[in-house]
C-alpha cells in the first residue's frame, strides 16, 4: 500500500553540523520517507520543527532541486532576498544551482511540519553556507580554505 505508516519510520535529530553550527537545528526532527517508500531516485523527508529551532543552515545545493510544502503552523523562510512567512498549504522550491542561501526559522510557540523533497544527483552534490564559514561536498564539511570539519556529513 503506497500510504506511509509515518509513527513506523523512525524519527532522528541527527546533524553532521560540527559545533557550534548544530545547535539552531536541535529542535528539528524528521523521518526519511524514501527508503520507507522503496524509492531510490527522490529523497523526502517529513520535518517537525520545535519553537526556536531551524530547519538547516542557511544553504544552496549544486546539484539538487527542493521542494517544501508547509503542512501544518508557520516558519519564516530566510532567503538572500529577505525573510518570508511560510504557513499551512505553501509551497517553496529551489533549483539546483540557485546561488539563493535558503533555510526555515520556526519562530512561533508551536511546532511547524512540513515535507521537503529533493532531486538530482546526491552522490555529487555540494554547496554552500553563506552566513558561515562552512561549505558541504560529498566527503563531508570544509571551511572556506578547504580545511576539512572532522564530522561525518549526513545528507
Known sequence: MPKLDLNAIAQTN???????????????????????????????????LEPGAWS??????????ELLVMISGEAVLVEDAGETVIRAGDVVAWPAGEK????????G???????????GDHETDGGE??????????GGYFR????????DRIP
Open 109 to 119: 510557540d508551536a511546532q511547524c511540519v512540513f515535507l521537503v523533497a529533493a532531486a
Open 144 to 151: 572556506r580554505d578547504g580545511t576539512r570539519y572532522e564530522t
Open 129 to 138: 553556507y553563506p552566513d558561515i564559514d562552512m561549505v558541504f561536498e560529498p
Open 56 to 65: 538547516s543552515q542557511r544553504h544552496w545545493h549544486r546539484s539538487i532541486d
Open 14 to 48: 541527527a546533524t553532521g553540523y560540527p559545533a557550534p553550527f548544530n545547535e539552531p537545528v536541535r529542535g528539528r526532527h524528521y523521518r526519511r520517507l524514501a527508503p520507507a517508500a522503496g524509492m531510490e531516485k527522490l529523497r523526502a523527508s517529513h520535518v517537525v
Open 100 to 107: 539563493n542561501g535558503h533555510h526555515l526559522q520556526n519562530r
